[in-house]
């Protein structure tokens, strides 16, 4: 008998049997991580949650990383199981814990439109903020390209531009964010505000070309560019959108953005500019880009920093080299470190130092 055979000759335990063992577990709610409720919730066995719901627990214990149990059956899709947990009185706008904020920003997240539905046929809040990260379940459901949630929500009347937490902005920027080009298009003609600078990224601009490859990239930028988008306009720790794209490592979006007319020495955020972002990413492509296209190389920034300045602080040679090349001036004084030989002196960098002798004043 092969061992599939004696696998199918065994005795199959009955729901009745498999069910008293389960009963002998249901008091495992009463302490912290994973009840038999949260976990029938979440596997999506309806029998089970049925038992552990006839032992009246607490059916909006948020007892494990995803919530109340109305957050379990939210995430696993199981309308049947919200449905039943609703009815015996779960809270549709129950708050989670590390990872979602209410049942609908579960259910938006991971593309159940059913129970998005439901949830907010039963009242759900639908412009609840979420928590860590994240921002509204319309976030939620543009971030994860859930075109159908997103047109939902807006049809019930979610707030089209309402922040999220402090990464990722509104869902404007999770769709651009995740390259989701036709949930761009719609939040675009929905009355999405283009301009609008928050959350980590900055604007929708910035946020389209930092985690898209080259192609999605410019395309999103062109869409976004065509509805009004500023193509000089700051915001978040990357500063513009051509700093960006250079963090990004985009040489063909560098190139469409400064054929566009996007400013080669303007800048803000960390690194302050086009060209020391560049040279703080440690990126000589990027470097020779954007210095044969006219970036000022010694332009002073806060703290009156330079290019230069930038590269000897990270030690870095080939920048050195590269910036002394096209005209570095090693005098220029700023307001921390002094001038560039007085960085490199005082970090003991040699070989810097050199290169700089090399150069002369």
């Not at 955020?269 to 000589?284: H, W």
Request: glycine share 12%; hydrophobic share 40%.
């Amino acid at each position: 008998m092969s061992q599939r055979q004696r696998r199918a000759a065994m005795p199959q335990r009955s729901d009745c049997e498999f069910l008293n063992l389960v009963q002998q577990f249901l008091n495992i709610s009463s302490s912290p991580g994973l009840s038999v409720l949260h976990a029938a919730s979440l596997g999506g066995n309806v029998s089970i949650v049925k038992e552990a719901l006839s032992q009246e627990p607490d059916i909006n214990e948020s007892g494990s990383k995803h919530g109340t149990p109305l957050h379990a059956a939210a995430l696993n899709g199981n309308a049947d199981i919200a449905r039943l947990l609703i009815d015996r009185g779960a809270d549709v706008n129950a708050p989670g814990k590390e990872y979602y904020g209410t049942p609908l920003h579960a259910a938006a997240l991971n593309g159940n439109i059913d129970i998005v539905r439901l949830l907010l046929d039963e009242g759900a809040d639908i412009d609840a903020p979420g928590t860590m990260r994240y921002g509204t379940p319309l976030f939620e459901a543009a971030f994860n390209g859930s075109i159908n949630i997103v047109r939902l929500l807006i049809d019930k009347g979610a707030d089209i531009n309402a922040p999220g937490e402090e990464y990722y902005g509104t869902a404007l920027h999770g769709a651009a964010l995740n390259g989701h080009e036709s949930i761009v298009e719609l939040l675009l003609d929905e009355g999405a505000n283009v301009y609008i600078d928050c959350g980590m990224f900055g604007t929708p601009l910035q946020a389209a070309v930092l985690f898209n490859r080259e192609e999605q990239a410019l395309r999103l930028v062109t869409l976004l560019l065509n509805n009004g988008a500023d193509i000089n306009g700051q915001g978040g720790d990357t500063g513009n959108v051509l700093q960006a794209a250079v963090i990004q490592g985009n040489k063909g979006v560098v190139e469409t953005l400064l054929k566009l007319g996007a400013n080669i020495n303007g800048g803000g955020g960390e690194y302050e500019s086009p060209l020391i972002t560049a040279v703080t990413c440690r990126d000589k492509t990027m470097m020779k880009l954007l210095l044969d296209n006219g970036a000022d190389i010694n332009m002073q920034f806060k703290g009156r920093n330079t290019a230069l300045m930038a590269a000897v602080w990270n030690n870095d040679e080939e920048a050195v080299a590269l910036l002394l090349q096209n005209g570095a001036d090693s005098s220029l004084q700023g307001d921390n470190f002094g001038n560039a030989w007085q960085l490199a002196s005082s970090r003991r960098y040699t070989m810097i130092l050199e290169l700089l002798r090399r150069a002369g004043p």
